[in-house]
């Protein structure tokens, strides 16, 4: 496995391996490792010639100072763990690599990113999509894998990749828990036992509504209602937000019909920020 840290070297190596005509699949991370990154590294493995794993903490896609300081970064123990996945490269570039002296230019999905997360975090999508912008235009990779969790983030990505006319599929994995329930994520390293505890209630919210769904409720608030009852029992939670949304443009609905529709929520746990979602009427 080589860690490579330079943009010149990783466009090299892409055009070696396309002129080798191999299957290249890039997993885009944020480094600080976990199960729900791992499964898309074997779902990679098993579907590419070729895996290449990027750490980046993306300064731009934070719109918290505090939020980007405090983002748990351990690059030893992350390429340590991919070399035991059998990952081909791990592109871990510096900042002035990906964002040069006077780099002024930006991606941004209009409509999708302004809901939900992008209302909470002003400016994160813009960041998230000018940096996968560049990791898909440095690594031109055949797939590109992402978790369910970042649900919004997949909706972002599937607009740019398709508006701007990128060739790479975009691969969605259903996400990764904890025995609890819990989302696994990078941030749950950064509750107390207690908060992780408590922060199932989430997950629970979200399955009661899934639920009730099931048994035949159509309507958006009534199940939203649920989800927000859940977590706000829970002392320790304070609610970001929850609501019933299209899969593929974000967009609240009222009544559930035929399009692929989701229940998001975000809640905080202390400082941590934690979101999760669940797809209510899954199509294929
Ligand atoms: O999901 C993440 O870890 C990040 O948002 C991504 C896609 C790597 C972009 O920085």
């Given amino acids: 496995m080589e860690i490579i840290n330079r943009r010149q070297r990783m466009f090299s190596i892409s055009r070696k391996l396309r002129r080798e005509e191999k299957v290249v699949g890039l997993v885009p991370t944020m480094g600080a ?7 898309l590294v074997e779902e990679a493995r098993q579907s590419c010639d070729v895996v290449i794993v990027s750490i980046f903490v993306n300064p731009t896609q934070f719109n918290d100072k505090g939020d980007l300081e405090r983002y748990p970064r351990d690059l030893t123990s992350d390429a340590a763990l991919l070399a035991d996945y059998d990952v081909d490269y791990v592109f871990a570039p ?9 780099s002024s230019t930006y991606v941004y999905v209009e409509g999708i990113s302004e ?29 590109a ?10 909706a972002v990505i599937k607009r740019l990749t398709s508006d701007l ?42 399955r ?16 939203a209602e649920m989800v927000q ?45 934690l979101i999760d979602n669940v797809i209510l009427n899954r199509m294929q």
């Fill in 33 to 39: 490792l976990h199960a729900g990154h791992l499964k």
């Fill in 94 to 102: 510096d900042v002035e690599e990906i964002y040069p002296e006077g």
């Fill in 115 to 143: 809901c939900l997360e992008g209302a909470s975090r002003p400016g994160h999508f813009r960041g998230v999509a000018t940096v996968v912008t560049i990791l898909l235009n440095t690594v031109r990779p055949d797939k």
């Fill in 145 to 154: 894998f992402f978790g369910q969790k970042d649900a919004q983030q997949v």
């Fill in 165 to 206: 006319g990128f060739e790479t599929e975009i691969v969605v994995i259903p996400t990764i828990r904890e025995a609890s329930g819990l989302a696994m994520s990078s941030r749950n390293a950064l509750l107390t036992d207690e908060q992780r505890e408590k922060a199932v209630a989430i997950i629970e919210g979200l």
């Fill in 208 to 223: 009661e509504a899934k639920i009730a769904f099931k048994k035949g409720e159509r309507n958006a608030s009534n199940l």
């Fill in 229 to 273: 009852k859940r977590i706000e029992s829970e002392p320790l939670a304070r609610l970001d937000h929850v609501a019933v949304v299209d899969r593929e443009t974000m967009q609240p609905i009222d009544k559930i019909g035929d399009n692929e529709t989701l229940i998001v929520a975000a809640a905080y746990f202390g400082e941590v920020r």
